[in-house]
């Protein structure tokens, strides 16, 4: 299985992505007229855009556990070399519950109109989007940075 996936995974994947967009492609222009249609209120009812929300989530969920499953088989196979790797994912855990710890639990401005109109989320659950997005910034600017300072001394090497 693993020199299949070697060889053949990429296009594999690129060609199930490939489909389950055409397929979404095709849904969405066959019931686009209906959709225009419909008054504003009830566009948000509609069930046309369903597949491709459930394609790209199942694809995200097969891809998240095809990596995980894949790097415990590499993690477990050379444990000493992917002492790093471990160093690496526990920091962006720490980072995350840092950044959860500081979120608040309330929506101000656009994000509260946006939050209402979803119908509400809880507290825990912005606090949980807030230190997303809060770990996410802050791994984004130590990429930059590492990416900034690897240049500058590939240019003295």
Avoid: C, H
């Amino acid at each position: 299985m693993y020199k299949f996936l070697t060889k053949n995974g990429q296009l594999f994947s690129f060609s199930l992505g490939l489909a389950i967009t055409a397929i979404f492609f095709l849904i969405a222009i066959t019931g686009m007229d209906r959709f225009n249609a419909m008054p504003k209120e009830e566009q948000f009812t509609t069930t046309i855009f369903n597949f491709g929300l459930v394609g790209a989530l199942a694809l995200v969920v097969i891809a998240a556990v095809a990596t995980l499953v894949f790097a415990a088989v590499q993690m477990a196979g050379n444990l000493r070399n992917s002492l790093w790797g471990i160093v690496g994912a526990l920091a962006i855990v720490g980072i995350f519950l840092v950044s959860y710890a500081m979120a608040e639990g309330e929506a101000t401005g656009a994000i509260k109109r946006a939050v209402d109109n979803a119908g509400g989320i809880s507290a825990n659950n912005l606090k949980i989007i807030g230190g997303a997005i809060t770990t996410s910034l802050i791994l984004l600017a130590a990429a930059t940075v590492i990416f900034v300072v690897s240049e500058i001394r590939n240019i003295f090497k």
